[in-house]
């Protein structure tokens, strides 16, 4: 393997305790190390740029930085300037956790497991799925191929165009999504990158020229770390990388995270025959502790029969005769032997999820379930969360399209009384489409509280990004407010200028209108959730 270091311009910048820079505009001599991963074509420095690749078919290579923000900092903001040949597969922006991969030197070697029978050579890195032990990466990706094989391993049946991005944290990819604007070409594309660690994770916000393609996602458990800067790219197939300029900002130190307590609530948890539920009694979280972020952990441990099909899957707890669902799951399609786990955020529920409570949990068949939380206390230096001071149900079970009196009782009016503590208001709907019609078809809905309405589309165009792929079966195809292997997704409307505390709020749902004769329905679990000063 070559790596050389190279004179490319890297000014820090101290102007206070508070915050450090590195730019870079690769005119100036500097302290970053370049390196070719199984190829003879290292990356270049000419002409005012980097070229990270030069159009040579094979190539794999990075460039990384040594730690130049010693400790942890409370937020991370980059701006990245690239020009990428339609050619070349992807590259990523990492920050290398300095415990993990040192606080200076190349980039390691990544993703090479041992080489199978007959090969010589083992797997070179791709540089577009950089999941790296714990450490943050970005990844664009520029080649999801189009198919025509609704059951392949390859997803993208709708034949999209070929431009993602990727968010990684700790050995997984923890979110993908499609990039509106162009990302290849001869044009330079800018690319910012924000990253504010706050309790129990990180809001992560990424803007492609102008175009938000992700606005303060919640990334669990990504704490502050000491990181250092790397880039990797890779072009099987040749295609050119070149980087015109790169500024990473560390701001604000950041106080100690305080120790998180996880409990283990349900460990193999056993199935049942279909239709049949059981609640029984667990202790939760201990009552008393702190309860700033609460995070679900919700792991599917396959058995040796299992159900080939995509199958609800859930959580629900119990407070006296109400019960609300913490989780809806739909499982992965004809997957087997595989774990699969899911970490959802249920912090506006924490006030559920302390002492003795009753649970039910599915699927009903073909797994075994762990359930654990965990409860994050604040840093010195964040802002609270919303303060919960009220929860209701408000729609809930299952609307039948071929029954309309089934329809009219699932989301008929509401009327619920509004706490005289609160300040806010959130309205969290999550739905899910079931048979042909209800399934396979956007479906608009709206939402009328008081006089406003607020409208929406029922369609999930990103189930080919699916964590969990490949799959077998359809799990590749737009659907109505899920996919396979996802949970379900969440409606939220924000309705705090709309209360008045100690009066009633008056809430109607209106489905489209759908014309069936078959088994066409909607699931919907649903809550109004309040929040004080």
């Known amino acids: 393997m070559r790596w050389l270091a190279v004179g490319l311009s890297c000014l820090l910048l101290a102007a206070s305790a508070q915050e450090v820079q590195l730019t870079t505009d690769f005119s100036a001599p500097g302290d970053a190390v370049l390196r070719a991963h199984g190829s003879d074509h290292p990356p270049l420095v000419s002409e005012g740029g980097l ?30 300037s690239f020009r990428l040949d339609p050619a070349a597969h992807g590259f990523s922006l990492m920050l290398l956790h300095s415990n993990h991969f040192h606080s200076s030197g190349p980039a390691f070697e990544l993703y090479k497991p041992m080489p199978l029978p007959g090969h010589p050579k083992p797997a070179a890195p791709h540089w577009d799925e950089p999941n790296l032990w714990g450490s943050f990466a970005l990844a664009v990706d520029t080649h999801n191929p189009p ?5 392949d391993a390859a997803g993208n049946v709708h034949k999209r165009p070929q431009r993602e991005i990727s968010l990684h944290y700790d050995g ?4 993908n999504a499609f990039c509106e604007p162009m990302l290849t070409g001869a044009d330079s594309v800018k690319l910012q990158l924000t990253i504010e660690f706050v309790t129990g994770g990180a809001e992560v916000s990424v803007d492609v020229d102008g175009h938000a393609v992700y606005e303060r996602h919640f990334l669990p458990h990504l704490l502050p770390y000491e990181a250092r800067v790397a880039l990797g790219a890779w072009g099987a197939d040749g295609g050119t990388l070149r980087i015109d300029s790169l500024r990473v ?3 604000r130190p950041a106080a100690e995270s305080p120790p998180a307590l996880t409990v283990e609530v349900v460990r193999r948890g056993g199935t049942r025959p279909a239709g049949e539920h059981a609640q029984s009694s667990y202790e939760l979280l201990p009552e008393g502790i702190e309860l700033e972020r609460v995070l679900l952990h919700y792991r599917l441990n396959p058995l040796v029969k299992r159900d080939e099909w995509d199958r609800l899957g859930w959580l629900y707890v119990w407070d006296g005769d109400a019960r609300y669902e913490l989780a809806l799951i739909l499982t992965p399609f004809r997957m087997w032997g595989a774990v699969y786990e899911y ?15 009753k649970l039910d949990f ?4 073909g797994f075994v379930t762990d359930v654990s939380f965990t409860a994050y206390r604040r840093p010195a230096d964040v802002e609270p969360l919303p303060r919960v001071v009220g929860m209701a149900n408000v729609w809930n079970g299952a609307a039948h399209f071929n029954n309309p009196a089934s329809v009219e009782a699932t989301f008929g ?13 959130k309205l969290r709907i999550c739905v899910t489409g079931h048979g042909g019609t209800a399934e396979f078809k956007p479906l608009q809905r ?12 029922l369609w999930t165009t990103d189930c080919y990004l699916n964590p969990w792929r490949p799959q077998f079966g359809t799990w590749k195809y737009d659907r109505a407010g899920w996919g396979p292997g996802s949970a379900g997704r969440i409606w939220e409307i924000d309705l705090s200028a709309l209360i008045e505390p100690g009066s009633e709020l008056e809430l109607e749902y209106i489905p489209e209108t759908i014309e069936s004769s078959s088994w066409d329905n909607h699931h919907v679990e649903s809550q109004l959730v309040f929040y004080g000063g």
């Open 362 to 365: 599915g699927p009903r068949r």
């Open 172 to 175: 997984k990819e923890l979110a």
């Open 413 to 425: 009016v509401r009327r619920i009384p509004v706490p005289a503590e609160a300040r806010g208001a």
């Open 249 to 251: 900002h560390w701001l």
């Open 147 to 151: 198919t025509d094989d609704p059951f």
């Open 446 to 457: 709206t939402v009328r509280v008081g006089g406003q309405s607020f409208e929406d589309t």
């Open 343 to 357: 970490v959802i955020d249920v912090t506006d529920f924490a006030w559920l999820l302390q002492g003795r409570r």
């Open 51 to 80: 070229q990270l690749l030069t159009g040579q078919k094979g190539e794999n290579n990075s460039a990384a930085w040594p730690v130049v923000a010693p400790g942890s900092y409370r937020r991370i903001e980059a701006e990245l």
